[in-house]
């Protein structure tokens, strides 16, 4: 089954405790797009860069199968870039900087090839573009999920609040949720996202794991405990892509199915942490990532 996403192709500046790197490919389009293609052959990807994005990064996604058509390429433009600073524990950051840059007036154009997109994922982006997308399908597709952060919250809620009447899932974090509900029960947050549209959610949790809730479940997702976690940045997209690769490669939205994405989401996402940017996700194998699914199932498998 194809996926469909949108979402930034960016460069970031990082700081961790254990060091930083600067103007390294970030996005969450990027993030998503890798992930997702080590399940599904069909990944769409449609964003905005300008001509000072590296020919190399999009060879590297052309060569794991990545469709990069919807991608426009502004020329004498700058790339969406965004600087951000981990605290010591790695799960809370502050933004430094946002630079919209060809993202301020993007207008995206869906390929033809892309309009009856059997599974989308609407990667973190001004809900405008989201919107945008949503408007040019010509099929319904089976699962709309969307991904989206603090930052739109703060700058344009009434259109984040209509883009959420017409998806099926959200993926956000859960000081987010707290952001765009006023709860702090994530119980209470997830039963005010159901009333704005959303059929299922999955609040992300970092190190902390992720929750999926849908009206009438809920399954909790640990993280893997790792040695060495280098960089958190993307770690929510690489889930978004893992398992919207997974739901996409299986074609099955049973609850006991979404548990299983879940799982390979928070799997993806242990790699992701493992090296600064881009780097762990461009080369895995497939034994490697069920290897490590194994690992979760190892992690909370207890007999009573
Ligand atoms: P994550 O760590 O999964 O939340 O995603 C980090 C990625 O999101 C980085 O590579 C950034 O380039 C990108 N990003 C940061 N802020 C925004 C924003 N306001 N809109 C879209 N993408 C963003």
Known sequence: MSLLTIGTVA???IETPFGRA???VGGAATYIS???????PAVQVVSVIGDDFPTETLDDLRRRGINLDGIQVKHGEKSFFWAGRYHNNLNDRDTLDTQLNVLADFDPVLPEAYTNADYVML????PAVQHRVLDQLKVKPKLVALDTMNFWMNVALDSLLEVLKRID???INDEEARQLTGQHSLVNAAE???????RFLVIKKGEHGALLFSPDNVFFAPALPLAQVFDPTGAGDTFAGGFMGYLASTDDLSFDNMKRAVIFGS?????CVERFSIERLTNLSRPEIDQRVQRFADLVHFTR
Do not use: C, H, Q, W
Request: proline share 3%.
């Open 123 to 126: 990667g973190n982006l001004t």
């Open 267 to 271: 799997a993806m996402a242990s790699f």
């Open 169 to 171: 899932i959200l993926t």
């Open 34 to 40: 890798l992930a997702a293609s080590y399940f599904t």
């Open 22 to 24: 600067e103007r390294v």
């Open 11 to 13: 460069f970031d500046d």
């Open 192 to 198: 005010a996202i159901f009333t704005m549209g959303p």
